[in-house]
């Protein structure tokens, strides 16, 4: 892993997704080096030449900058961390820098929102606790070891964050998961999405996210070269699936809401 630490102007930056109003994303690059990451789009703006996942900028003036942009902020807007990077991937440990920023937020109303797949969210429980309302979202992509072995090889393991996941929920503090992407011919059959229903739902989050893959071309690729060596007798249906994205959709759509009809968790479908 090449680590480099650099300097940022801004840390609190205007987002585009519906319903958060900031985001903080203390590190470029990320560790988790997951095959299907949208963010890869992120080495554009770095000077690294090595693969995604294998590269991380940390932001270490973050604290600092977080605590002068949150003068001026107005009350009650709602701030997300890991809309671009994973907030508590390996380096977390040594730079403390989601913490810190975490820290920062203490004495404001404003609405956090973190989203990782890391169970190293549950070291900051003491931050979590302390702020005005706090949520926290672990994206699960499947039960599976093996494809979250060959999908997602630097992230911890999902019985991990599932862990993590009922103690914060124990503690009183919102949580959820975000199945993400729902990995076409791979992970989307009425098994897969049944058995995330049911392990999250047994683990007491407040409710689950479901949203599709959006084939980028440089996410596609990866993805298609994966299943072809992974996983061949299913190219065929992922080639299926990506001449007929609306329909795939569609039919997805309506097999998350038939399952999900039979569980009592709150559940939503974003694509
Ligand atoms: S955890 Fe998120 S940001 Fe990190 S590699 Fe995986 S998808 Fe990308």
């Known amino acids: 892993m090449v680590v480099r630490e650099i300097s940022c102007r801004s840390i609190l930056n205007r987002s585009g997704i519906p319903g958060i109003d900031y ?10 080096k997951c095959q299907y990451c949208y963010a890869v789009f992120m080495k554009r703006f770095t000077r690294h030449t090595e693969p995604w996942g ?25 701030i997300s961390f890991g809309t671009v990077c994973d907030p508590y ?10 913490r810190q920023c975490l820290e920062k937020l203490v004495p404001y109303k404003h609405e956090v929102s973190i989203l990782t797949k ?19 979202g672990f994206t699960i992509t499947s039960l ?20 993590a996941l009922e103690r914060l929920s124990h503690m009183n503090i919102k949580t959820w998961v975000f199945v993400a992407p729902i990995l076409p011919s791979v992970t989307d059959s ?9 392990r999250t739902e047994k683990a007491g989050a407040d409710y689950i996210l479901f949203d599709t893959l959006n084939p980028y071309p440089n996410v596609w690729r990866n993805v298609r070269r994966i299943v072809k060596k992974q996983f061949p007798e ?17 039919h997805v759509k309506h097999l998350i809401r038939k399952i999900g009809r039979t569980y009592s968790i709150r559940h939503r479908v974003v694509f």
Request: charged share 35%.
């Open 234 to 250: 299913r190219l065929e249906l992922l080639d299926h699936y990506y001449s007929n994205q609306k329909k795939y959709a569609h």
């Open 89 to 98: 991937q390996p380096i977390e440990e040594k730079y403390i820098l989601t």
């Open 23 to 32: 985001c903080i994303n203390p590190y470029v690059g990320c560790g988790h």
């Open 144 to 163: 599976d070891k093996r494809i979250k072995d060959i999908f997602e090889p630097g992230s911890p393991p999902v019985a991990k964050r599932f862990r």
């Open 190 to 198: 009425e098994k897969d999405i049944t058995s995330l229903f049911t």
């Open 118 to 136: 890391s169970d190293l969210v549950l070291r900051d429980l003491d931050i979590l606790l302390q702020l005005q309302e706090c949520e926290v």
């Open 54 to 78: 294998d590269f991380v900028d940390a932001k270490t003036n973050a604290p600092e900058v977080l605590e002068r942009q949150l003068r001026r902020l107005k009350p009650k807007s709602t």
